[in-house]
């Protein structure tokens, strides 16, 4: 399975990011793959930020404060993420990622990094 991000970079604090993440290898419905989006901000160990599951279900990080949406695209075999009215904490290394049988990440897609800044 390979994974790989496309972010915008740069935003400012009060927009919303936008991620995409695409899939190869495996099929977004493949029966018990979790798809996740993670983060490290600088200085700070990984944050969940959620997951959604082979079947449509999806889980978010409460620290968010509903600030995270995550949707899928299953003719494209891509789901991605967006973060709405974001804040310089936002500022971090924006990963997805691929959790066969929830045992733990098996997939990593190689980051995106995305500065929140005026």
């Known amino acids: 399975v390979q994974l790989q991000e496309s972010g915008p970079g740069l935003v400012n604090p009060s927009q919303t990011l936008s991620f995409t993440c695409d899939v190869s290898?495996?099929?977004?419905?493949?029966?018990?793959?979790?798809w996740s989006w993670i983060r490290q901000s600088p200085g700070k160990g990984l944050e969940w930020v959620g997951t959604v599951s082979f079947a449509g279900s999806t889980y978010y990080n409460p620290s968010l404060k509903n600030r995270a949406a995550i949707s899928w695209d299953t003719s494209k075999n891509q789901f991605a993420l967006q973060l709405r009215s974001v804040i310089p904490g936002d500022t971090a290394v924006y990963y997805c990622?691929?959790?066969?049988?929830?045992?733990?990440?098996?997939?990593w897609g190689q980051g995106t990094q995305v500065t929140v800044s005026l």
């Open positions: 990622a691929c959790d066969r049988d929830l045992d733990g990440i098996d997939y």
């Open positions: 290898g495996a099929s977004f419905t493949t029966t018990y793959y979790y």
